[in-house]
């Protein structure tokens, strides 16, 4: 499978983005899914996690309350809507897939996942 990540852009600290993610090959209705983010000069993190029925979610605590990760089967896509935006939000933001279907508040760790977007950049401005 194939990902590709949109939405991002720039926007103002308290300003809301969403970022999606659609295959461009192949399905992914019955993988895990999830995104991370990795900021100029740090490492790659884990943002939020959803599994392949769309009915788990799993966030980190430095986003939770602030940003819904969903899934839509039919439509082939997972987005992120990310509101209450904090200028320590900027980074490049990637979708990751992987067909495995565990515990998703346990796939938080980029190696559990075969299959990356490109990224997208969200630059929040303060």
């Known amino acids: 499978v194939q990902l590709q990540a949109s939405g991002g852009g720039l926007v103002q600290a308290g300003g809301s983005l969403r970022l999606s993610c659609a295959a461009s090959?192949?399905?992914?209705?019955?993988?895990?899914m999830a995104w991370f983010r990795q900021a100029p000069g740090k490492e790659r993190e884990f943002v939020a996690a959803?599994?392949?029925?769309?009915?788990?979610?799993y966030y980190a605590d430095s986003v939770k309350g602030r940003f819904t990760i969903s899934k839509d089967n039919a439509k082939n896509t997972v987005s992120l809507q990310m509101n209450s935006l904090k200028p320590e939000d900027t980074a490049v933001y990637y979708c990751a897939a992987d067909p495995a279907r565990l515990t998703i508040a346990t796939r938080s760790a980029s190696y559990e996942y075969d299959y990356w977007g490109q990224g997208t950049l969200v630059t929040v401005s303060s």
């Open positions: 090959r192949g399905t992914f209705s019955g993988y895990d």
């Open positions: 959803i599994s392949w029925s769309g009915r788990s979610t």
